[in-house]
């Protein structure tokens, strides 16, 4: 027992956020990064990717809800889903909870993350130790999709459950990823991608979005509220191959129809998400 143990995620050089931790459950430096999970005080079990908080008990169903449900009730019959990243679980479990699909192949760079979770945080990993649906294959989701472009399956929604641009994840965010996912992805296909802070990571908010744009027929951000993540306020990007409009082409009748529960994901809120603050707007002027 640790009991008078703080962690702080430092972000950048200027702010940080301290949680109170109870024990020290598992901790592990990979070849990729370092992996802790904790035991806090207020937000329940936490994991953490190189002392960056990834998801805690508390809030990851804020996440996890608008990186799956935003894409899975916009596309019109979504069977087949690749994540990649998202060594949690989180983001598999609500893919799996649609009747739609029938294949969810999650990429996860990092088996530690998945066996650190499947130990320590089954809320998003039980998925992870066996799901009739779900392939879990341990590797780089870089060399993935280059391989499995050349192939003629096709997946209908692709889900970039990343870390930040640093390391093994840098590549996630630029061009040559995103011109093999446009190619893996089937003729009405979505890519929603972990898409930073509005408030400190505008300029990559900027070029991901850039990059997207020379690649993709359209292209959006959204919004969602994330209580353990630096400012709050965080994005996912949303672009599509063909001529989808993520509320105009919204199935909003089969969110009900789902008899799916949600904590954080609703009808409104879904459409709601891709009305930006201005000083988004003006940020991404011009794309
Ligand atoms: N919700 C989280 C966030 O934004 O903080 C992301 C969670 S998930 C744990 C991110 C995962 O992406 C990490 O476990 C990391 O190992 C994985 N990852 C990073 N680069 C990767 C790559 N090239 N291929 C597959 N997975 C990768």
Wanted: with cysteine.
């Amino acid at each position: 027992m640790h009991s008078n143990l703080w962690i702080e995620e430092r972000y950048k050089d200027f702010y940080g956020m301290r949680y109170k931790v109870e024990n020290v459950l598992y901790s592990k430096k990979t070849e990729f990064q370092t992996v802790d999970v904790v035991e806090t005080k207020g937000h329940g079990k936490m994991l953490l990717n190189d002392g960056l908080v990834m998801v805690t008990e508390r809030d990851e169903i804020a996440y996890h809800d608008m990186i799956a449900h935003v894409p899975l009730f916009v596309h019109p019959n979504p069977k087949n889903v690749l994540v990649i990243g998202g060594g949690d679980g989180g983001t598999a479990r609500e893919v799996l909870r649609h009747s739609s699909v029938e294949k969810c192949t999650m990429v996860e760079i990092d088996g530690a993350v998945c066996e650190a979770c499947m130990e320590f945080i089954p809320q998003t990993a039980e998925v992870l130790k066996g799901h009739p649906k779900l392939d879990l294959i341990i590797g780089d989701g870089v060399k993935f999709v280059q391989e499995f472009q050349a192939t003629n399956e096709k997946f209908d929604v692709i889900i970039i459950d990343s870390t930040d641009p640093i390391g093994p994840a840098a590549p996630l965010f630029g061009p040559e990823f995103y011109t093999n996912v446009n190619k893996c992805l089937a003729d009405n296909g979505i890519v929603v991608s972990q898409g930073e802070s509005p408030w400190f990571e505008a300029e990559i908010q900027k070029s991901m979005l850039g990059v997207l744009n020379d690649i993709f027929k359209n292209i959006f951000i959204y919004n969602f509220s994330n209580l353990t993540y630096p400012g709050g306020l965080w994005s996912f990007t949303f672009a599509t191959k063909g001529d989808i409009h993520p509320i105009n082409d919204f199935r909003k009748e089969a969110v009900a129809a789902s008899g799916l529960e949600f904590s954080y994901y609703n009808e409104g809120l879904h459409q709601a998400a891709f009305y930006l603050p201005t000083f988004m707007k003006k940020n991404l002027e011009g794309l």
